[in-house]
């Protein structure tokens, strides 16, 4: 054999190793599956959680402030009572003895009871209290879709509900929404 012919059969023989491995890879192209099937699809919630202020208005008890501080009102009312409750024990000496000591014990009663009377009093006012509450709801946030391409079953995340197959392009599954219909 001479070196042309040689060289002849060595590309032809390489022209055909190029052509039968086009040949397989654009069978295998051919081959591909152009949608996988969706097996399961299930809804993915999200909790959202949106603050807001609650309001009520509250009834609120204070003691009310005090006109007679020294509770001067109840000594003087008390010892005159005692003083004359006192008049009327005894006779002479024991009378003017009797009156200063109703009037002492008159007037340390009355002031008690007037501080009595005035820590009991009180004042009702209405004021409003406001606290932060949370409201929580569910949010729809996607779809975990379980699809079968090649045998192989797998799952994805997607924005968008789909139906009973998902496109497959260049061996793996798209999942971007389709294009609004231009028909709609």
Excluded at 1 to 27: E, H, I, W
Aim: net charge positive; with cysteine; hydrophobic share 35%.
């Amino acid at each position: 054999m001479d070196k042309s012919m040689m060289k002849g059969v060595a590309v032809g023989g390489l022209a055909m190793v190029v052509l039968g491995a086009g040949g397989v890879t654009g069978y295998q192209t051919l081959t591909k599956p152009a949608t996988a099937e969706v097996i399961a699809v299930k809804e993915v919630m999200q909790t959202v959680v949106t603050p807001r202020e609650q309001c009520e208005d509250v009834a609120v008890q204070r003691q009310a402030p005090v006109k007679d501080s020294n509770r001067i009102a109840g000594t003087v009312i008390g010892g005159v009572a005692g003083g004359l409750l006192g008049s009327t024990i005894g006779g002479g000496s024991g009378k003017t003895l009797a009156t200063v000591a109703g009037a002492a014990a008159g007037g340390y009663a009355g002031n008690q009871v007037q501080k009595n009377m005035q820590q009991k009093d009180v004042v009702t006012t209405t004021e409003r209290r406001c606290r932060t509450v949370n409201d929580k709801s569910q949010k729809l946030s996607g779809y975990n879709v379980t699809y079968r391409l090649d045998g192989q079953e797998a799952t994805v995340r997607m924005s968008f509900k789909p139906g009973a197959t998902l496109p497959v392009k260049d061996g793996k599954v798209v999942t971007t929404p389709p294009p609004p219909d231009a028909k709609s």
